[in-house]
Antibody, heavy 121, light 109 residues
Framework: QVQLQESGPGLVKPSQTLSLTCTVS??????????WSWIRQPAGKGLEWIGR???????NYNPSLKSRVTISVDTSKNQFSLKLSSVTAADTAVYYCARVSGSYDWYFDLWGRGTLVTVSS | SYELTQPPSVSVSPGQTARITCSGD??????AYWYQQKSGQAPVLVIY???KRPSGIPERFSGSSSGTMATLTISGAQVEDEADYYC????????????FGGGTKLTVL
């Protein structure tokens, strides 16, 4: 079955760029009409959708983060990635990657286990 | 920006019915989805498209939606249902934006 796994540095300095990768295993990232998404959750707080990407490269971003976020996809590696620039302590969170199902109404039907990223000097 | 509003907490005794609400202006036109998140774990989808239950989710979980409010109902709540529950939907403005509610802590004791 398809599984998702986040990877990347657990510690990022303020003002730098946070970079994470999600590896899709057990199936091709290009099969099916799926978008792929990033979601984050600060400790003790709620979930926040960051953005999503289709394998064609088409993206949608949360307006509150749009100026700092880039999501990309590498179908040859079965991966998609997140870059968040100019990070501050407020970006400290568990970051999840997820598969998106649906079209007009879309949602997350498969999640990675999440990875904690701390922003600190 | 679009918002979904949930009560911060709901508390029931084991065997009672728990109801968690989610309000949003676009819910008459957009489906609501519900995620269960236990401590230290990734969220799990328990209801999709307002009222459908994924395979493996117990029948005591049900969902409904009317007007601007969606409701997750847990009939005969069990201790293992204690978790945070998040509603989710998308905006109807054409911006393709996903939104989570603030989450509801369900206590079963």
């Amino acid at each position: 079955q398809v599984q998702l796994q986040e990877s990347g540095p657990g510690l990022v300095k303020p003002s730098q760029t946070l970079s994470l990768t999600c590896t899709v295993s057990g199936g091709s990232i290009s099969s099916g009409s799926y978008y792929w998404s990033w979601i984050r959750q600060p400790a003790g707080k709620g979930l926040e959708w960051i953005g999503r990407i289709y394998t064609s490269g088409s993206t949608n971003y949360n307006p509150s983060l749009k100026s700092r976020v880039t999501i990309s996809v590498d179908t040859s590696k079965n991966q998609f990635s997140l870059k968040l620039s100019s990070v501050t302590a407020a970006d400290t969170a568990v970051y999840y990657c997820a598969r998106v199902s649906g079209s007009y109404d879309w949602y997350f039907d498969l999640w990675g286990r999440g990875t904690l990223v701390t922003v600190s000097s | 920006s679009y918002e979904l509003t949930q009560p911060p907490s709901v508390s029931v005794s084991p065997g009672q019915t728990a109801r968690i609400t989610c309000s949003g202006d676009a819910l008459p036109k957009k489906y609501a989805y519900w995620y269960q998140q236990k401590s230290g774990q990734a969220p799990v989808l328990v209801i999709y498209e307002d009222s459908k239950r994924p395979s493996g989710i117990p029948e005591r979980f049900s969902g409904s939606s009317s007007g601007t409010m969606a409701t997750l109902t847990i009939s005969g709540a069990q201790v293992e249902d204690e978790a945070d529950y998040y509603c989710y939907s998308t905006d109807s403005s054409g911006n393709h934006t996903g939104v989570f509610g603030g989450g509801t802590k369900l206590t079963v004791l």
